[in-house]
């Protein structure tokens, strides 16, 4: 399983990025997918989840009112709006996903670095 992440990027303050992240190999059921980030000298931290099961969101407080998450199949999408210099970190997909005989496993994508100037 790769999980292909993009759409980081410098952006002022009030503006907005979409960031997409993709899903590929044996990817046999995604029970979710979303979203975390870490700042300099922070702990990661949830920023949004699309759980299959209930076709349910969850967000994490940062982002709640701000940010969206959408998916399509197997790509997820968090657009981002009025970004703060404080929504500044790297952004992480991940996916819990089952497959036969390996059971459910997260997955890491690589970070997408969004940096949001004052």
């Known amino acids: 399983v790769q999980l292909q992440a993009s759409g980081g990027g410098l952006v002022q303050a009030g503006g907005s990025l979409r960031l997409s992240c993709a899903a590929s190999?044996?990817?046999?059921?995604?029970?979710?997918i979303g979203w975390y980030r870490q700042a300099a000298d922070n702990q990661r931290e949830l920023v949004a989840m699309d759980i299959t099961t209930g076709n349910n969101v969850k967000y994490g407080d940062s982002a709640k009112g701000r940010f969206t998450i959408s998916r399509d199949q197997n790509t997820v999408y968090l657009q981002m709006n009025s970004l703060e210099p404080e929504d500044t970190a790297d952004y992480y997909c991940?996916?819990?996903?089952?497959?036969?005989?390996?059971?459910?496993?997260?997955?890491w994508g690589q970070g997408t670095l969004v940096t949001v100037s004052s």
């Open positions: 190999g044996s990817t046999f059921h995604i029970n979710n």
């Open positions: 991940n996916a819990n996903i089952w497959a036969p005989g390996r059971g459910s496993v997260d997955y």
